[in-house]
């Protein structure tokens, strides 16, 4: 996994719009890259659905 620059803020106020952006644009990759980690890693998986919901 890349290291990621720690911040004190939270949110996005104040970083620069093409910064955000990019960021954004970046999540679904970070995502896919933690999720495939935790599957790996884990000795179980447990997928749980609501069947009452539509």
């Known amino acids: ?3 990621l620059d720690i911040s004190t ?3 996005m106020d104040g970083i ?7 960021a954004v644009a970046r999540m679904p990759s ?3 890259k933690q999720a495939i980690a935790a599957v790996e890693e884990s000795p179980v998986i447990i997928f749980l659905v609501d069947g009452q919901s539509g």
């Open 1 to 3: 996994m890349e290291e």
């Open 9 to 11: 803020t939270i949110g």
């Open 16 to 22: 620069p719009l093409a910064s955000r952006e990019a």
């Open 30 to 32: 970070m995502i896919e």
